[in-house]
């Protein structure tokens, strides 16, 4: 319940960090850190508008993608507390709740019958398809490592001793700040300001998607953004007081988001042809956190 609580409070500044970030950077004074979140509440009290060519499916999409999310940050733990659903393999049901509300957000744009919504959700569909050997291996590894395949196991009985470790927890960082990037289509994959339909992935996904609707799946946004830097968090939380605890959890939080911002306002999006490679690539390095894994362990030969 602590680490839902501090998920659902970190959603609410989190974008607002990440744009005031991106507008210190380019010299801007930038609005406040809960704008976002006065837009969604915006949203949120409009009506939705459906095309007469679209089915149920695009109806239901937006509230299924937004409850898998929810599912998903319900088996997240904090510290020593367990998430609200731990058991064995949880990360497996992590992956895959959030791939089925990927799914039914994917099937919602082709459900449009728009040719550029159809491509979004291709595109869509290859990167977290190409993202997930990564998570798997990752978390693979830390199962070797730890001998338990739950979260909230796997988090507590990791301890970094040696500078191979440290080595191996850095890396990890960085793979899941790069999923998290992808996966809310971010840069360098994906820049969420542009209004050009042939570049755009998770953007023309939702052209025909308003008022409520669309206020849960941009809201989805920042619950994803809030979930995978909880996951981060769990590296550094540890056994401290709880008090401390949170603090680390929120700075974590806070780096993440001013992360998030810098990478954004200082780097550019790739070409689509390069972006495939560059994912595969953190499949890379969980194979090289795989194999520090082994060396640590000794099982290495």
Do not use: C
């Not at 082709?110 to 398809?129: I, Q």
């Not at 971010?186 to 992935?201: A, G, I, Q, S, Y």
């Not at 206020?215 to 989805?220: E, H, N």
């Amino acid at each position: 319940m602590i680490s839902l609580v501090l998920i659902l409070l970190t959603s609410l500044f989190f974008m607002g960090v990440v744009i005031r970030t991106k507008s210190i950077a380019s010299g801007r004074k930038g609005p406040g850190l809960f704008q976002p979140m006065k837009d969604l509440f915006r949203l949120w009290k409009k009506g939705s508008v459906y095309s007469n060519t679209t089915s149920f499916i695009f109806q239901i999409a937006p509230s299924i993608y937004f409850a898998s999310i929810i599912m998903a940050i319900l088996v997240i733990p904090f510290g020593e507390y367990k998430g609200i659903i731990s058991f064995d393999g949880d990360f497996v049901f992590f992956a895959y709740v959030l791939a089925l509300g990927k799914f039914f957000s994917i099937i919602g744009a082709l459900d449009t019958g728009s040719s550029f919504e159809g491509m979004g959700a291709s595109r869509e569909a290859l990167y977290s398809m190409l993202a997930e050997p990564a998570f798997f291996i990752l978390m693979g590894s830390f199962a070797l490592y730890t001998g338990h395949t739950s979260f909230h196991e796997i988090f507590t009985s990791l301890h970094f001793g040696s500078y191979i470790s440290y080595g191996l927890g850095a890396l990890a960082t960085f793979v899941l700040v790069m999923i998290a990037m992808i996966e809310n289509s971010r840069m360098p994959v994906d820049d969420p300001k542009t209004h050009l339909e042939l570049t755009m992935v998770h953007e023309v996904m939702i052209l025909d998607n308003s008022g409520f609707d669309l206020g849960l799946i941009l809201y989805g946004t920042n619950l994803k953004f809030a979930m995978y830097g909880a996951l981060i968090a769990n590296f550094f939380t540890g056994s401290f007081p709880i008090l401390i605890s949170i603090l680390i959890f929120f700075g974590v939080q806070i780096i993440f988001a001013i992360t998030v911002g810098v990478l954004e306002s200082f780097s550019a999006r790739f070409r689509m042809g390069n972006n495939p490679q560059f994912i595969f690539t953190l499949t890379s390095i969980s194979i090289l956190i795989f194999f520090g894994v082994l060396l640590i362990m000794g099982k290495f030969i």
